[in-house]
């Protein structure tokens, strides 16, 4: 008995369908069995292997395989029902609803995220701002985690969320602390009297930090994405972050943070401040404080002064601290202390950042005292390293800069190319200090100190122990953050590293030890 | 024309211009040859998420299905794909879906609580399938390679004879492949090389559909499903029978074949030998 092997080409039917025929097909007068399978090579082998075809038949896995054994005149009997079969519509499910877990914002704000006021968006560059206008029509915030979004469409969103006082945070936005909760790459910080608004991911960072050391705490801390303030996006965040801690009756003074803007945003965004009717803090970092001052407003020169001069406008009004601390006694103590434990030979800084903004500040502080300072992410005051993977003179570097972070994690979630330039540096005779920022909170390395400490001790002892270069960090974090501070500077400082809380008291400091071997 | 617009987008698919050829075209799914060597696949009506699926809303599909066929160029450029009489909107709408991580480990009770909990509901489900030649041959086979899979050519020969060996779009065999990568590269299990490194030159004996599927679990990627399976066993409170059951409504079989192979595979990485369900 020669069966029938006929295939469809590049025909589909649900397994169920296809059981259903084989039944009712083998159910036909003169038919002994039958079987409609996926043409596939293990298919159609374990047919040939049950014995139901003889040989292999010319078809593809796309294609769909009937097989049917009986009497020769029933053959095309069946035949003829297989194809009036397949020609069908395919049917519909059976009307049943199940419960779908949300796929979309809309979705999620109808169930398991009902309430919700803000979306946090995190996905490819191209796909970010349709999901941002989603949200925005939402009636919700938004936090762009995402970088490489187009620019016009930036513009696009954060027209439309200004609109209607709606905030956009982002894109390339690292951080923010919203009503207490910390969001992407933040720290636990207490709630207090203070706002701030910024540019900069580790720069919000620095300051919540320091006004949480200082006894004082925050309403919210509102991350603008780097491109902000550019002439083409205009500010439109800070402009609308402004006008929501002037409404604000909790916040009682407000901290702006971010590279000098181009002058007409910077007249927009002063202008916004002014209106708000509360003491301004302005950190435009490299601005010269005559610039910002002669606009009547106080003008913070560092990170560090920013959080200080606000703390003491909130608690007394008046707001006098500046970070000089080269004239600190204590800090020259320990400069000389450094110094002299230098071998013969070592005179460069070699700086090892992970956050851009600490980076760009250490650059900013430093570049009038090291004129020939270099650096992957250089001011227009300062050159551009000739190898990004071999340091010469005064270095300082942005480990987080895309430069390093193509293909591996951000060097405050996984310290490995850190530990690796460590030891290079080290191993440089002529290296004198390296400085490096430790940052902590959520979204940062779990134990960064753990596996510093140990690379630093490695390095010292190869390169010679005593008179090896000296290591100076400043941690950014918190006594309440996952990692805590404070373990975090004894796990360093028993590994011999010299430890700031300011990113400008450990470039003051470093600034002292090359000023002593100099001397 | 026809305007469709898309529900789900994989991660994958890029928004930046390419082009291809309409490869298979099923009943409620299609898949897209690509000139860069990809392939990207067309869903509808299914829940199903992946880094290289569009899934269209079941309506629309109605529509568009009649606009596709085999060899057909296609082209996108800016999120909208488009081919002759129909553009498909993937970008303005659609929800994006990327594939979760894979934790790389096994935790220190080897996930035993949520699978006992997952391999009732699996045996319950699978005492409900009728009895197919295809997918009862894959299941022995899959036995077969799972004791295999410590002796590389033994564990090649058992996997040319499970790929696409089984009934549907989507064999038993591939399904049960697919769930078993995915626990491997989430118990982070040596064991996932074997199968990915076997499984790869055998992609064109089964159908175009789960090509896809078998490519993806081998990069690995998770499909939402399946993730969602996995998750709910990982997790101390996680919703299994929620989970499971949207799992097992994809396909005929196809979603308890995939649950049979996550079950196994994760089993077997964390060393339940007292209960590996399908060895």
């Known amino acids: 008995m020669t069966p029938l092997v006929h295939f469809f080409p590049n025909m589909y039917r649900d397994s169920v369908a296809l059981m259903q025929l084989s039944t009712k097909i083998a159910q036909l007068p003169g038919i002994e069995a039958a079987s409609a399978q996926m043409a596939t090579d293990a298919n159609i082998d374990l047919m040939v292997e049950a014995g139901l075809i003889d040989q292999r038949p010319a078809a593809r896995p796309n294609d769909m395989l009937l097989v049917v054994r009986g009497e020769e005149a029933s053959l095309q009997t069946a035949l003829d029902f297989a194809e009036a079969a397949l020609s069908e519509k395919a049917k519909g499910g059976d009307g049943t609803v199940q419960k779908v877990p949300p796929r979309a914002i809309v979705m999620a704000l109808e169930d398991e995220a009902k309430g919700a006021n803000l979306a946090l968006i995190s996905t490819p560059g191209a796909f970010a701002a349709a999901e941002a206008m989603k949200a925005l029509k939402l009636g919700l915030d938004v936090m762009i985690f995402s970088d490489n979004v187009p620019v016009d469409e930036e513009i696009a969103i954060k027209r439309y969320g200004h609109a209607r006082n709606l905030l956009v945070m982002g894109p390339d936005c690292g951080t923010a602390i919203i009503n207490g909760v910390p969001l992407a790459f933040a720290n636990v910080v207490r709630k207090g009297g203070i706002g701030v608004v910024g540019a900069s991911g580790t720069g919000l960072q620095q300051v919540t930090c320091l006004i949480h050391q200082a006894g004082e705490g925050v309403t919210q801390a509102i991350g603008t994405g780097g491109h902000d303030l550019s002439e083409a996006v205009g500010g439109l965040t800070m402009l609308t972050a402004l006008k929501q801690l002037g409404g604000d009756p909790e916040t009682r003074v407000i901290v702006l943070i971010s590279k000098p803007p181009a002058k007409a945003v910077a007249d927009k965004v002063l202008a916004a401040a002014r209106a708000t009717g509360k003491p301004v803090v302005v950190c435009f970092l490299g601005a010269a404080l005559a610039d910002v001052e002669s606009r009547g407003f106080d003008c913070a020169l560092t990170l560090e002064e920013a959080a200080r001069r606000a703390v003491e406008a909130l608690k007394s009004g008046k707001a006098t601290f500046r970070s000089d601390h080269g004239a600190s006694a204590e800090l020259q103590g320990r400069a000389k202390r450094l110094a002299a434990s230098l071998g013969l030979g070592r005179k460069y800084l070699r700086g090892l950042y992970s956050g851009g903004t600490f980076c760009y500040e250490a650059l900013i502080l430093l570049q009038d005292v090291l004129p020939a300072l270099q650096s992957n992410t250089p001011t227009k005051q300062t050159a551009r390293m000739p190898d990004l993977w071999r340091s010469s003179g005064h270095t300082i570097m942005d480990l987080g800069d895309d430069d390093f972070t193509r293909g591996r994690p951000h060097p405050m979630i996984d310290p490995a190319l850190r530990l690796e330039r460590i030891s290079q540096e080290s191993a440089d005779a002529e290296t004198a200090i390296i400085l490096l920022d430790v940052v902590l909170g959520y979204g940062a390395h779990e134990n960064p100190a753990s596996v510093l400490a140990p690379a630093i001790e490695k390095a010292r002892a190869a390169a010679g122990g005593k008179g090896a270069p000296v290591f100076v960090a400043q941690i950014c974090g918190t006594d309440a953050d996952p990692q805590h501070m404070d373990r975090q500077a004894e796990i360093l400082r028993a590994a011999g590293v010299d430890v700031s809380f300011s990113n400008a008291e450990a470039v003051a400091l470093v600034r002292a030890v090359l000023e002593n071997i100099k001397g | ?279």
């Open chain 2, 1 to 279: 024309m026809i305007d469709v617009q898309a529900r789900d987008v994989g991660a994958d698919i890029a928004a930046s211009p390419f082009a291809g050829a309409v490869e298979a075209v099923f009943a409620h799914a299609c898949t897209v040859s690509l000139d860069d060597g990809r392939r990207l696949t067309l869903l509808a009506g299914s829940e199903e998420q992946g880094m290289r699926i569009i899934t269209a809303f079941a309506g629309e599909w109605g529509r568009l299905h009649p606009h596709l066929h085999v060899g057909r160029r296609v082209a996108a450029d800016r999120g909208v794909l488009s081919g002759s009489g129909f553009r498909i909107d993937y970008r303005r709408n659609a929800a994006l879906w990327q594939s979760p991580s894979f934790p790389g480990c096994v935790p220190a009770d080897g996930w035993r609580p949520g699978l006992l909990e997952a391999k009732a509901h699996l045996d319950a489900a699978m005492r409900g399938l009728a009895p197919e030649m295809t997918r009862t041959a894959a299941y022995l086979r899959f036995a077969d390679l799972c004791r295999k899979l410590h002796r590389r050519e033994a564990a090649d020969q058992a996997l040319h004879r499970l790929v696409g060996l089984g009934p549907g779009l989507t064999p038993s065999g591939d399904d049960l492949l697919c769930g078993l990568l995915g626990a491997l590269a989430a118990a982070g299990d040596a064991r996932f090389e074997t199968v990915r490194r076997g499984v790869m030159p055998h992609l064109d004996r089964t159908t175009s559909a789960s090509k896809d599927y078998l490519a993806q679990a081998c990069t690995p990627w998770w499909t939402g499903l399946l993730h969602g399976f996995f998750a709910a066993i990982a997790e101390p409170e996680g919703d299994i029978p929620g989970a499971f059951r949207r799992l097992a409504a994809r396909g005929h079989s196809s979603g308890i074949d995939q649950a049979a192979g996550l079950v196994t595979g994760l089993a077997l990485a964390a060393g339940h030998s007292d209960f590996i369900p399908l060895s």
